[in-house]
């Protein structure tokens, strides 16, 4: 499986993706709001687009759709229940549903409600897994749940589904917010050493050449992987003590989010 992470320069800060099969050269654009340099690397790697996929509805993932589309004669993909959201979705997927890239690359369909309700991520089938997880899980981040989401929605997301992946799944999501994100961990959990060497290590990166975290690393720099983690704990519960002393997971994660979307 090749992937190809193209970064926009956009003020969102977009990733778009070409998941190529090295076989056949087949590929597979996900959320290519850029479609143009989508269609650059497609031609200046010898790829052919024959299915574009959106991981959920928002204009940011689904505006380049025509464009690829009307260039490539590409299928699109979305969830199955996207239909009154997403215009010309020709297959609906549900959890569990395979999207084939050629002849080599299989990717698993997880139905990732929370920043909205019509989300897929998808999941690899390869030695080295790899998780393209479209606004769910951000480098060292979480979602918003502003526009069609719920934050107890991407509680279950996280605990259910995210939390079980193996640590070795390399993280593509799509958009470059890790800076901004290790910042958040940081201010909730200033002991986090992982955390500050990373930022301090990865401050001036560019986004073209965006570094990859595994969810390993997640789970050491990311606040809402670390629910349990003392520090975070007491301080929250020092700062907002309606939560108790002892607050459970949901209740820390909730509050971590609704902190994050004014942070």
């Known amino acids: 499986m090749i992937v190809e992470q193209i970064w926009t320069g ?4 977009n990733f778009n993706y070409l998941i190529a099969c090295p076989d056949t050269g087949e590929a597979l654009a996900i959320d290519p709001l850029d479609f143009r340099q989508c269609l650059a690397v497609a ?22 759709n025509k464009g690829l589309i009307a260039a490539t004669g590409a299928t699109l993909i979305a969830h199955a229940n996207a239909g009154h959201r ?29 920043h909205t309700m019509s989300h897929i991520c998808l999941l690899s089938q390869t030695d080295e897994p790899a998780l393209f997880s479209g606004d769910t899980l951000f480098n060292a981040g979480a979602g918003n749940c ?4 719920h934050p107890e929605e991407l509680y279950t997301t996280f605990e259910s589904q995210l939390a079980r992946l193996s640590a070795a799944t390399r993280l593509y999501p799509g958009h470059d917010y890790l800076l901004n994100n ?23 990166q560019d986004p073209a050449d965006a570094y990859v975290t595994t969810l390993e690393e ?8 670390r629910l349990d983690e003392p520090e975070i704990v007491e301080k929250l ?3 907002y003590p309606e939560l108790g002393d002892r607050p459970d997971r949901k209740a820390v994660f909730l509050k971590l989010r609704e902190l994050r979307n004014s942070w």
């Open 146 to 149: 502003h526009n069609g989401g």
């Open 182 to 204: 290790l910042g958040f961990t940081l201010d909730r959990e200033p002991g986090n050493a992982t955390a500050r060497a990373m930022h301090e290590r990865l401050g001036n």
């Open 86 to 114: 997403i215009a010309g979705i020709d297959r609906g997927v549900s959890a569990g549903d395979v999207v084939r890239v050629g002849k080599t690359v299989e990717l698993e369909c997880l139905d990732t409600p929370g």
């Open 237 to 239: 519960a020092a700062e």
């Open 43 to 64: 031609k200046d790697r010898g790829y052919t687009i024959r299915q574009v996929l959106n991981t959920h509805e928002h204009r940011d993932h689904t505006g380049g």
């Open 218 to 225: 997640e789970k050491a720099i990311n606040t809402f992987f």
């Open 10 to 13: 956009n003020s969102y800060r």
